[in-house]
């Protein structure tokens, strides 16, 4: 048996023989094929040139197909332009080599938890790169596309097609394109187009394989923008094909930049990669002819798996391994040579991605597990977003203090900002849901389930004095005015900070908070109203005991969860003690968890919530302010000589001494079963004493790097200010913070965090960071 090449992060091996799965072929139902008129594309189910709704596209799965190279040879219809193409060494057996190079990796991709699914072929020359001439989408469709060749076109099979459409639910219709190619046009699928699907991106260098105005067509038809560009190879020919220069992951780009000659071009194919949160992994012309760029991220059974041929990965540089092995799990390279040669492609080409239809209207919270939070530090999953809109119009300086912000906003440049913070989400694997978009699926549902939305936010009183007709979704977050400033409905200026008003919990429940504020009451009011209405959520568990007791104030920026036994609770400027300790009985009662960690910390704005000076960038770590546990007289002498220096300048400002020298941070932790809590007098050497943190980074920089702790406090309440401690852990080690908060990114760099910049300086004025802008639902096990 041929030896392959596994390389994992778990470790590598040889990997057995077996056989593979077969497609078997139905020839009943299925899909009808209509060229039309000259070829034109004919879409059966649907009129509309839109992406269907439903949830946002993902970059990855799980399912692909593979066909048999049975009748595999070297093409002479595709030599005319595939310059990657050569002839076969003497003497082989090139039936017997590319069998075994193909069971390879069809057996190398099946251990790394990938699922295949093979299809005997025709004895076509190319069957064997299924990847051209189809492709399909979890809005339920699938695309045909025209083949430059006539051997190519005879791939073209409905009963594969027929299988895959009864097996993965693809019952929304066919786009067919493949007409086209009588009129001497071609498109070769997801080797002429590389998508980035969940920012609807579409790569493609123009060949005579990629025609741009089909390419429009496509784009036009499935809602994506294409980028187009020009290539040229060493032989100043253009690539046939751009999955040869270029592979898109969930998030990284191997590219090979000296491919694409126009300056221009090359820089907005950067600027579109960089925007979507991409790490850029760049190749020579050398290692993208070893076919270094032809490579595919799919997901496999114990996380992301990187599939390319050996002679790929041989071609890469050590720092170039070590870029690739930090964006994935696992990575399985396997020798084809005799398919790279005389095929002119590589392992991405011989794979077909095979996408389930997903329909949010049917699936329900419990069978697609949305609510799972388990951790702070798990792979993020799942989250929901706000991105702010006309509400913040309504923010002006005589309305700064009821708004709870502390200055005006751009509005357009905070709504790019917030975006592309959701795009960075996005591409790091997580699927990103709006406040807006579950607005609109409930209200779209009918006038009975927009009454009861508008209802349970605003009241009946009002709905029925206002005429449902007269309500949009969109007044829920921006306000009901009838004029500038005239609102009978306020606008919810703090919803983009979504871990607020709700938070999720060990045993896959959600909270309603009981924010300290009133206008902050009614985000939870709106965000309650959603989780009971949208259909998506139709059987998820959710705690509403906190809402309506006027004695509780809490919040999610308070709520940190350690693991499945462990959560803290900031007793803070916004939640108060009864609000810790009645969320820790309904946890005892109802959850996995047994211990409930009180953390109290002075009652100012700049702390208002524990998150704000303290999150865990990953297990056991994280980041907090210096001398905040260990000496918090440092930050009383702080506050004396701040308080002086206002007197000097004639400000009655002054800040409190004794919080921090008679009620320091400190804690306390509920257990359950015990009546009695277990205390620590001081904080941080409580917990690290439960083996709740194991070591502790400092914003501006390791205790002791400045000349006085007093110099280092200061700077840190700095950059604290600008929440340079509220980073947001999207797997563990990785965490986004603002850009600004340089000298805290150099010292979490320095201690092996990855930290992605978020550029955000309108975002700041809300006084709030990344974490206190996401509600994760779901949390791989960290």
Same mark, same amino acid.
């Given at each position: 048996?041929?030896?392959?090449?596994?390389?994992?992060?778990?470790?590598?091996?040889?990997?057995?023989?077996?056989?593979?799965?077969?497609?078997?072929?139905?020839?009943?139902?299925?899909?009808?094929?209509?060229?039309?008129?000259?070829?034109?594309?004919?879409?059966?189910?649907?009129?509309?040139?839109?992406?269907?709704? =439903?949830?946002?596209?993902?970059?990855?799965?799980?399912?692909?197909?593979?066909?048999?190279?049975?009748?595999?040879?070297?093409?002479?219809?595709?030599?005319?332009?595939?310059?990657?193409?050569?002839?076969?060494?003497? =003497?082989?057996?090139? #039936?017997?080599?590319?069998?075994?190079?193909? #069971?390879?990796?069809?057996?190398?991709?099946?251990?790394?938890?990938?699922?295949?699914?093979?299809?005997?072929?025709?004895?076509?020359?190319?069957?064997?790169?299924?990847?051209?001439?189809?492709?399909?989408?979890?809005?339920?469709?699938?695309?045909? !596309?025209?083949?430059?060749?006539?051997?190519?076109?005879?791939?073209?099979?409905?009963?594969?097609?027929?299988?895959?459409?009864?097996?993965?639910?693809?019952?929304?219709?066919?786009?067919?394109?493949?007409?086209?190619?009588?009129?001497?046009?071609?498109?070769?699928?997801?080797?002429?187009?590389?998508?980035?699907?969940?920012?609807?991106?579409?790569?493609?260098?123009?060949?005579?394989?990629?025609?741009?105005?089909?390419?429009?067509?496509?784009?036009?038809?499935?809602?994506?923008?294409?980028?187009?560009?020009?290539?040229?190879?060493?032989?100043?020919?253009?690539?046939?094909?751009?999955?040869?220069?270029?592979?898109?992951?969930?998030?990284?780009?191997?590219?090979?930049?000296?491919?694409?000659?126009?300056?221009?071009?090359?820089?907005?194919?950067?600027?579109?990669?960089?925007?979507?949160?991409?790490?850029?992994?760049?190749?020579?012309?050398?290692?993208?002819?070893?076919?270094?760029?032809?490579?595919?991220?799919?997901?496999?059974?114990?996380?992301?798996?990187?599939?390319?041929?050996?002679?790929?990965?041989?071609?890469?540089?050590?720092?170039?391994?070590?870029?690739?092995?930090?964006?994935?799990?696992?990575?399985?390279?396997?020798?084809?040579?005799?398919?790279?040669?005389?095929?002119? $492609?590589?392992?991405?080409?011989?794979?077909?991605?095979?996408?389930?239809?997903?329909?949010?209207?049917?699936?329900?919270?419990?069978?697609?597990?949305?609510?799972?939070?388990?951790?702070?530090?798990?792979?993020?999953?799942?989250?929901?977003?706000?991105?702010? $809109?006309?509400?913040?119009?309504?923010?002006?300086?005589?309305?700064?203090?009821?708004?709870?912000?502390?200055?005006?906003?751009?509005?357009?440049?905070?709504?790019?900002?917030?975006?592309?913070? #959701?795009?960075?989400?996005?591409?790091?694997?997580?699927?990103?849901?709006?406040?807006?978009?579950?607005?609109?699926?409930?209200?779209?549902? $009918?006038?009975?389930?927009?009454?009861?939305?508008?209802?349970?936010?605003?009241?009946?009183?009002?709905?029925?004095?206002?005429?449902?007709?007269?309500?949009?979704?969109?007044?829920?977050?921006?306000?009901?005015?009838?004029?500038?400033?005239?609102?009978?409905?306020?606008?919810?200026?703090?919803?983009?900070?979504?871990?607020?008003?709700?938070?999720?919990?060990?045993?896959?429940?959600?909270?309603?908070?009981?924010?300290? !504020?009133?206008?902050?009451?009614?985000?939870?009011?709106?965000?309650?109203?959603?989780?009971?209405?949208?259909?998506?959520?139709?059987?998820?568990?959710?705690?509403?005991? &906190?809402?309506?007791?006027?004695?509780?104030?809490?919040?999610?920026?308070?709520?940190?969860?350690?693991?499945?036994?462990?959560? &803290?609770?900031?007793?803070?400027?916004?939640?108060?003690?009864?609000?810790?300790?009645?969320?820790?009985?309904?946890?005892?009662?109802?959850?996995?968890?047994?211990?409930?960690?009180?953390?109290?910390?002075?009652?100012?704005?700049?702390?208002?919530?524990?998150?704000?000076?303290?999150?865990?960038?990953?297990?056991?770590?994280?980041?907090?302010?210096?001398?905040?546990?260990?000496?918090?007289?440092? !930050?009383?002498?702080?506050?004396?000589?701040?308080?002086?220096?206002?007197?000097?300048?004639?400000?009655?400002?002054?800040?409190?001494?004794?919080?921090?020298?008679?009620?320091?941070?400190?804690?306390?932790?509920?257990?359950?079963?015990?009546?009695?809590?277990?205390?620590?007098?001081?904080?941080?050497?409580? &917990?690290?004493?439960?083996?709740?943190?194991?070591?502790?980074?400092?914003?501006?920089?390791?205790?002791?790097?400045?000349?006085?702790?007093?110099?280092?406090?200061?700077?840190?309440?700095?950059?604290?200010?600008?929440?340079?401690?509220?980073?947001?852990?999207?797997?563990?080690?990785?965490?986004?913070?603002?850009?600004?908060?340089?000298?805290?990114?150099?010292?979490?760099?320095?201690?092996?965090?990855?930290?992605?910049? &978020?550029?955000?300086?309108?975002?700041?004025?809300?006084?709030?960071?990344?974490?206190?802008?996401?509600?994760?639902?779901?949390?791989?096990?960290?």
């Amino acid at each position: 048996p041929m030896a392959l090449f596994l390389r994992a992060l778990r470790g590598a091996g040889r990997l057995p023989r077996a056989r593979a799965p077969s497609l078997v072929s139905r020839q009943q139902g299925g899909a009808q094929f209509l060229a039309g008129q000259h070829g034109a594309a004919r879409l059966l189910t649907r009129a509309s040139g839109l992406p269907l709704g =439903g949830p946002a596209d993902e970059q990855l799965t799980q399912n692909i197909l593979m066909v048999s190279p049975a009748g595999f040879r070297s093409n002479e219809e595709t030599k005319e332009d595939n310059k990657f193409m050569a002839d076969a060494d003497e =003497g082989i057996d090139i #039936s017997k080599a590319v069998m075994d190079e193909w #069971s390879a990796l069809v057996l190398g991709l099946q251990q790394a938890g990938v699922n295949v699914s093979t299809v005997e072929a025709q004895g076509l020359p190319d069957e064997v790169f299924p990847n051209n001439w189809f492709s399909t989408h979890s809005d339920g469709r699938v695309v045909l !596309y025209p083949m430059k060749v006539p051997s190519r076109a005879q791939e073209v099979r409905k009963d594969v097609i027929d299988e895959l459409q009864n097996t993965f639910g693809l019952n929304r219709g066919v786009v067919d394109l493949s007409g086209w190619r009588e009129s001497g046009l071609a498109l070769e699928g997801t080797g002429s187009l590389v998508l980035d699907r969940p920012n609807r991106l579409a790569y493609m260098a123009l060949s005579k394989r990629a025609d741009r105005n089909i390419a429009d067509l496509w784009a036009n038809e499935m809602g994506y923008e294409v980028v187009a560009f020009s290539t040229a190879g060493p032989d100043g020919n253009e690539i046939y094909h751009t999955n040869v220069l270029l592979s898109v992951g969930v998030n990284f780009a191997v590219i090979c930049l000296d491919a694409i000659p126009d300056e221009a071009e090359r820089k907005e194919v950067l600027s579109k990669l960089r925007a979507s949160g991409k790490v850029i992994v760049p190749v020579s012309v050398a290692q993208m002819e070893n076919f270094a760029c032809n490579c595919l991220q799919l997901r496999g059974a114990s996380g992301t798996v990187l599939a390319m041929s050996a002679a790929a990965w041989d071609a890469l540089d050590f720092s170039q391994r070590g870029m690739l092995e930090s964006c994935v799990d696992s990575i399985v390279a396997v020798p084809v040579p005799t398919i790279e040669k005389l095929g002119g $492609g590589s392992v991405r080409c011989m794979i077909a991605e095979l996408f389930p239809a997903k329909d949010a209207d049917v699936v329900s919270a419990t069978e697609c597990g949305t609510c799972a939070v388990d951790s702070e530090t798990g792979r993020l999953e799942l989250v929901v977003v706000h991105e702010p $809109g006309l509400e913040v119009d309504a923010v002006m300086p005589w309305t700064l203090e009821p708004m709870k912000v502390d200055e005006c906003f751009n509005r357009v440049d905070l709504k790019s900002q917030h975006r592309n913070f #959701s795009h960075l989400l996005r591409a790091r694997g997580a699927e990103v849901l709006h406040v807006r978009d579950l607005l609109t699926a409930i209200s779209a549902q $009918g006038d009975a389930a927009k009454r009861r939305l508008f209802t349970e936010v605003w009241g009946e009183a009002f709905v029925d004095k206002v005429g449902l007709g007269n309500l949009h979704v969109d007044q829920l977050v921006s306000g009901y005015a009838r004029g500038p400033l005239d609102f009978e409905q306020p606008p919810l200026m703090n919803l983009f900070f979504m871990r607020d008003p709700v938070f999720c919990v060990p045993g896959g429940w959600i909270v309603i908070s009981r924010p300290f !504020y009133p206008i902050r009451q009614i985000e939870s009011k709106l965000l309650q109203a959603i989780f009971r209405l949208h259909p998506m959520f139709r059987n998820i568990k959710i705690f509403e005991g &906190l809402q309506d007791d006027p004695d509780v104030a809490i919040e999610g920026g308070d709520v940190l969860v350690v693991d499945q036994e462990t959560v &803290l609770v900031g007793v803070s400027q916004r939640t108060n003690e009864r609000g810790a300790e009645k969320l820790a009985e309904f946890l005892f009662q109802n959850t996995p968890v047994t211990r409930v960690v009180k953390v109290f910390i002075p009652k100012q704005r700049a702390f208002m919530h524990l998150d704000t000076l303290f999150t865990f960038v990953d297990k056991g770590v994280v980041l907090t302010m210096p001398y905040f546990w260990s000496k918090p007289s440092v !930050y009383a002498e702080v506050a004396r000589r701040a308080n002086e220096l206002n007197e000097r300048m004639g400000s009655d400002q002054r800040q409190n001494l004794d919080e921090w020298t008679q009620d320091p941070p400190r804690i306390e932790m509920l257990m359950k079963g015990e009546a009695k809590p277990k205390k620590y007098k001081h904080a941080m050497s409580g &917990l690290v004493a439960e083996g709740i943190v194991e070591k502790a980074l400092f914003v501006c920089g390791p205790e002791g790097s400045w000349p006085t702790p007093e110099e280092h406090a200061a700077r840190a309440l700095t950059e604290q200010w600008n929440d340079a401690a509220n980073v947001f852990c999207i797997s563990p080690g990785t965490v986004v913070a603002y850009k600004w908060c340089t000298r805290t990114i150099t010292h979490l760099q320095d201690n092996g965090v990855d930290v992605i910049e &978020l550029d955000g300086v309108e975002l700041m004025k809300g006084r709030g960071g990344a974490r206190c802008m996401t509600f994760p639902m779901r949390r791989s096990f960290s």
